[in-house]
């Protein structure tokens, strides 16, 4: 759910409770933005039960979010001396970037980043199920996960990066798709193994 936030936003370093102020009639609204106004309800002690009255939304998400929040408080506690490596671990698997738990510690993003691998605390490489089991997927789609043991492919090197266009907007989505299939194509034709960086793989 961080994840997706980051995503859709540059701007944002995920389910962030200081971007918007409570307000429950923004709460009763669906909008874009809301959800940054259901952060910082949490993390002003609304209850999931008066959230749900408000939001309609699903207690079970409800809960998800105010796990988050519970967590984001718990960073807010510490510095980086007292941030432990189960505790920075534990906040990767929420969806936490470096970045995020730079401003709720009072760090810097660079310094969480070399704290994370000092830890060994490194994402793995999981492949997406395009066919939900039902028959050996052959579309190669990764993604990072905190959330695992093993990575599901191995890397053995000498891949070339192409990086996508990130998140659609307007003047910049499937002509740079294009570009990057065509630069993708091109290598391929060269005997290079390749590796595209995208948000959204489907394209």
């Known amino acids: ?48 039960e008066k959230l749900y009255e408000l939001t309609k939304i699903d207690k079970w998400f409800l809960e998800k ?4 929040i519970d967590y984001y408080k718990t960073l807010e506690k510490l510095d980086s001396g007292t941030i432990t490596s ?5 906040a990767k698997k929420m969806g936490f970037s470096d970045k995020q738990i730079a401003s709720a510690i009072k760090s810097t993003e660079v310094a969480i980043r070399k704290l994370r691998e000092e830890f060994k605390i490194t994402p793995f490489v999981k492949q997406i ?26 890397f053995p090197g000498e891949f070339v990066m192409v990086l996508g266009s990130g998140v ?21 034709n060269q005997g290079k193994k ?9 394209t």
């Open 65 to 68: 979010f105010k796990n988050i």
């Open 129 to 154: 199920d395009t066919v939900a089991a039902e028959w050996p997927a052959t579309t190669n789609y990764l993604y990072l996960t905190y959330n695992g043991s093993t990575h599901d492919i191995e």
């Open 1 to 48: 759910f961080q994840k997706a936030l980051r995503m859709v936003d540059e701007n944002v370093n995920g389910f962030d409770p200081n971007i918007k102020k409570v307000n429950e009639n923004e709460l009763k609204e669906p909008t874009d933005k809301r959800m940054f106004v259901l952060a910082a309800a949490l993390k002003n002690g609304f209850s999931v």
């Open 168 to 188: 659609y907007r307007i003047g910049s989505s499937v002509e740079f798709d294009w570009c990057a299939v065509g630069c993708l194509r091109e290598l391929r």
């Open 194 to 202: 390749t590796i595209m960086i995208n948000y959204n793989p489907e």
């Open 86 to 90: 189960d505790i920075l671990k534990q």
